[in-house]
Every structure is written in structure tokens, then in C-alpha cells.
């Protein structure tokens, strides 16, 4: 990070909800760093001049986080990828050099992994059964079959079933995805034998009463996770808990996503103590 005031935020549209700004102002406040994080809200006939307005030497911008409807289209606005970024053909951290080079990374994903870690859930063997096929599914897809710790089975079913069988195809030019099958319908996901259900839709974000699960299927063994983190507990993790299933909002996927980003921004590790403060910040303020 550059000692001059420097610039971060994130692009999307809405973005006027996101908790970026507070993980990242809290971050940079315990690091000690001059910089900022804002709110961006782009509408999409405004990201060719952003981004021709990045690559001015003057630009105090030096890293963004990218979200909805945008993840996929800035891939042609940067002029590197990471190479999981590549594979996962979406980007939510772009880095801009001294040199305003533009590189794309994906965290989404590696941040849901980090998640389950903490939660000391182990993907290894593991029938994992996913609701969703949006830009957040397709990076935490690829970070599962890619991971070593390989599911012996992910199943997946969407709304719209073409865009779920478009995304395996995509990620089947770059990754083994022959556990992966995409279901036709909610009942094949076969929920109740799963170990893992993992909500990837934005079912629960604006209506918190709104669930796609029948309650009955889930069952005391599995994890429930919803990567919805507001409200804290959707209807979907209200279900489970009453079925005694261990179940996770979003919030530790959106810290550890924050967290690696921020990393690659700094080009160093962040040290636990600032961790551990963005971490209760977000506790407090989500
Ligand atoms: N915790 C985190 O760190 C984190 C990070 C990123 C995103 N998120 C959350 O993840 C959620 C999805 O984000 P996204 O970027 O993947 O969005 P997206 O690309 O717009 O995808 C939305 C997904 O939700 C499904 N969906 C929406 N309304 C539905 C309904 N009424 N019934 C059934 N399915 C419905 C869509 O199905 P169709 O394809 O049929 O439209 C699609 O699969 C959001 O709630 C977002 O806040 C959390």
C-alpha cells in the first residue's frame, strides 16, 4: 500500500448495502494506512469511462472489489487474471499496479473455503447438494472441485436449470467436474442425504420468510449454510436449527473474501490482530 492517501471501493449496482466499506475503512484504521474504501454505484453504460478513467497515472485508485451484475464483464476491462480467476471466469478484487495494470482475482470462492475450515467442515468425501447457479455459485463451485479434499458428490439445482448447466460446462473446460450433475428438480437434490446444503440464491435476502426447502428434509448431521448474512438467520437456517443441523450465515465467507482481498491489494499477509478487529466490527455492524 502507497503511503499518499490511496483509494479502494467497491463497483456494482446497487452496492448501497454492502459491509465492504466497514471491513475495509476498519482495516485500514488498525493498519495504520492512509487510504480509503467507497462506495462506487456504476450503471452498466458507465464501466467503459471508469475504467479508461483507472488507467490515468493520477488515478488515487489502487484496488476495487466487483459485485452484482458485474463479476463476469469486467473480465474484458483488466489485463491479467489470476489464475483461479481464469478458471472460475469471474473476478470480485481487481489490484491496479504503480503502472495502472489491472489484474483480476476471485476470493469468493477461497473465502467460502476458508469459512468452512473455521467451521471445521471437511469437503473430503462429502455429498454436498447446492441451491443456485448465479456469479457467487460459480466461484465457490470451482474452489470445490478444484480443492483436494474432493466431494464425492455436488449436486446442483437452479431456477432457471439452463444457466446451472451452462455454468458446469463452462467450468468443464478447466476443471474435473465429474462429480457435479445439475438437477432438473429441488426433489433430486436428494437433500436428505446430504452432508453439506449450501444456499447460493438470494432466497432469504429480501424476504426473510421466503425458503426454497422443505424443513423435513434436513437432518441433524449436516452442515446448513446460506451465504445470505442479512438478515443473520434467514427462514432457511431457522428450519435447520430446528431440525438440530449445525448451519453458517454468510458473514464468515464475506470476512475471509474481504480479508483476502485486502491482501492482495497490501501484497502482504494481514496480521491477526486487524483481522480479529474487522471481524468484530462486522459482527457489530452488519
Ligand atoms: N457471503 C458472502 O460473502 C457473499 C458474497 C457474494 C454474494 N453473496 C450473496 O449471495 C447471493 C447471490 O449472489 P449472486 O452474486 O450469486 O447473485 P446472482 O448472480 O444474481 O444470482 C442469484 C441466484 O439466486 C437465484 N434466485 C433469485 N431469486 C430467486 C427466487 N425467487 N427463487 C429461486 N431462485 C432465485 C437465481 O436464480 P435464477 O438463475 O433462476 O435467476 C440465481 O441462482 C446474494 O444474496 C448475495 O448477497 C454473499
Redesign the pocket.
Known amino acids: 500500500m502507497t503511503a499518499e492517501k490511496s483509494t479502494y471501493g467497491i463497483i456494482g449496482y446497487p452496492v448501497e448495502h454492502s459491509l465492504s466499506p466497514l471491513m475495509h475503512n476498519t482495516a485500514f484504521k488498525e493498519l495504520g494506512a492512509d487510504a480509503v474504501y467507497k462506495l462506487f454505484p456504476l450503471q452498466a453504460d458507465e464501466l467503459d469511462q471508469f475504467f479508461k478513467d483507472l488507467k490515468d497515472k493520477n488515478s488515487p485508485i489502487f484496488g476495487l472489489n466487483v459485485t452484482?451484475?458485474y463479476k463476469e464483464i469486467v473480465i474484458e476491462h483488466v489485463d491479467a487474471l489470476s489464475p483461479f480467476a481464469k478458471k472460475a471466469m469471474s473476478v470480485n478484487t481487481i489490484v491496479i499496479d504503480e503502472g495502472r495494470n489491472l489484474t483480476g482475482f476471485n476470493t469468493?470462492g477461497p473465502?467460502f473455503l476458508a469459512h468452512l475450515v473455521e467451521l471445521q467442515f471437511n469437503t473430503k468425501g462429502k455429498r454436498i447438494a447446492i441451491l443456485?447457479?448465479?456469479?457467487?455459485?460459480r466461484s465457490i463451485l470451482a474452489s470445490l472441485c478444484l480443492i483436494p479434499e474432493r466431494p464425492e458428490s455436488i449436486k446442483i439445482y437452479?431456477?432457471?436449470v439452463e444457466?446451472a448447466k451452462q455454468l458446469v460446462k463452462d467450468l468443464s473446460a478447466h476443471m474435473d467436474v465429474s462429480n457435479v450433475e445439475v438437477e432438473s428438480s429441488i426433489d433430486d437434490l436428494n437433500i436428505e442425504l446430504s452432508d453439506l446444503l449450501l444456499n447460493?440464491?438470494?432466497?432469504g435476502?429480501k424476504d426473510p420468510d421466503d425458503c426454497?426447502v422443505d424443513g423435513e428434509l434436513i437432518h441433524a448431521d449436516m452442515l446448513v449454510y446460506d451465504?445470505?448474512?442479512q438478515p443473520a438467520e434467514t427462514l432457511l437456517l431457522k428450519l435447520a436449527k430446528q431440525q438440530g443441523a449445525k448451519t453458517a450465515n454468510?458473514l464468515g465467507?464475506?470476512f475471509y473474501?474481504g480479508m483476502l482481498s485486502l491482501q492482495h491489494w497490501a501484497g502482504q499477509e494481514i496480521p491477526q490482530d486487524v483481522k480479529d478487529q474487522v471481524r468484530k466490527a462486522l459482527e457489530k455492524g452488519r
Open positions: 452484482v451484475p469468493d473465502g443456485g447457479a448465479g456469479g457467487t455459485t437452479n431456477r432457471t444457466k447460493t440464491t438470494s432466497v435476502l426454497l451465504v445470505v448474512y454468510g465467507m464475506l473474501q
